[in-house]
């Protein structure tokens, strides 16, 4: 072999070595303290899909696919004019059953009054019978006995006839009062009696208060379903977030329920990462971690475990290298501490999960 050769094959070698020890060296470089668990992935999000409530036809659109929103900001606004005027209709007939509603307190009130009035009123008239009655039945007993006691007067001729007349005319007189009497107490407790079936009448009143009270409260909630209705013709963002789809434009016609935006919610991210099957033992809900991300490579973002998938899976199709597609892993969600929005749904990022409480916080290298 040439010498020239020998040179040419030592400095293949050499370069091997050096190739070799370049990654050793990088992966001691690497590695991390028995502890800590590294993994990449990206940042997802909860999508929300964003439709009316109401049907309706779209006046304005106020955003773009893409654009950030804030919440409460408004992003689209349909017709009102129909519902308006259901509005409209639903408080007329408040105000109608408000005025049926007072008109039958002033009713319930006036026959309750007057019941207890006309009872009392029934009452004395009764008493006041009684008493006559009483009072004839006496003059009754006196006029008889003067009758008879002139009557036999007169037999004995000790007296005129017109004395006994006289008698006679007295004791007829307070028989007929008695009679009157009589029949004046039999009224009275007639009418004592219908009296006391007034309060039906009471109940009755009553019954149709509670009607048209019912009817108000029917009134009430139909207004304020309008309202609500009236209310949900603005669409508003319902968080802070970014809209990754607009399905609508001005003048279409949309029904309730029907997608207008799909957004994603900036508190509400996630990393995504898969967990080798020999690991997944360290991994716990709960448990602490760190995410890396390249765009903010001087800080970290804190994070817990939220999600740990059940079953082994092979490695997901997007992972670059055929080997590691082979591998059985688990899907671990960790959600991210991002309030003040730096981290957006797409970004790729690392994440450092410490399964030793006692091992200390490393940034990856």
Request: glycine share 4%.
């Given at each position: ?31 991390l303290p028995d502890g800590l668990l590294l993994a990449s992935g990206r940042i ?322």
């Amino acid at each position: 072999m040439s010498t020239r050769k020998k040179v040419f094959l030592a400095g293949i070698a050499a370069l091997i070595l050096a190739a070799l020890g370049l990654g050793v060296l990088s992966q001691w470089w690497r590695a991390l303290p028995d502890g800590l668990l590294l993994a990449s992935g990206r940042i997802e999000g909860d999508e929300v899909v964003i439709a009316p409530k109401v049907a309706g036809r779209v006046l304005t659109v106020a955003k773009y696919r893409g654009d950030p929103v804030a919440a409460g900001e408004v992003l689209v606004r349909l017709s009102s004019e129909q519902i308006q005027a259901q509005l409209d209709r639903a408080r007329e007939q408040e105000r109608y059953w408000q005025e049926r509603v007072q008109q039958a307190r002033i009713d319930l009130d006036y026959t309750a009054r007057q019941v207890t009035t006309e009872i009392a009123a029934a009452e004395a008239r009764l008493a006041a019978a009684q008493a006559r009655v009483q009072e004839t039945e006496a003059d009754v007993v006196r006029s008889r006995q003067d009758y008879q006691r002139y009557e036999a007067l007169r037999a004995r001729r000790v007296i005129p006839q017109q004395k006994l007349d006289e008698a006679t005319a007295i004791f007829k007189a307070a028989s007929a009062r008695q009679e009157a009497a009589g029949q004046e107490l039999a009224q009275a407790a007639a009418l004592l009696q219908q009296a006391r079936l007034l309060p039906r009448t009471v109940a009755l009143k009553r019954q149709e208060m509670q009607g048209a009270q019912a009817n108000l409260a029917a009134a009430q909630a139909a207004v304020r379903e309008a309202e609500a209705n009236l209310d949900d013709t603005i669409i508003l963002a319902p968080a802070d977030g970014v809209l990754l789809t607009r399905q609508v434009e001005p003048g279409e016609i949309v029904n309730a329920g029907t997608p207008l935006f799909t957004m994603v919610n900036l508190q509400q991210l996630y990393l995504k990462v898969f967990i080798n099957e020999p690991d997944i033992g360290k991994i716990r809900l709960g448990q602490e971690a760190r995410i890396y991300v390249d765009a903010f490579p001087d800080r970290f973002f804190p994070a817990t475990v939220s999600r740990v998938s059940p079953r082994a899976e092979f490695t997901p199709k997007y992972v670059e290298t055929r080997e590691e597609r082979v591998n059985l892993v688990f899907a671990v969600e960790l959600r991210a501490d991002n309030p003040e929005g730096y981290l957006k749904p797409g970004m790729p990022a690392e994440a450092l999960l410490r399964w030793k409480d006692t091992v200390p916080w490393q940034r990856p290298r």
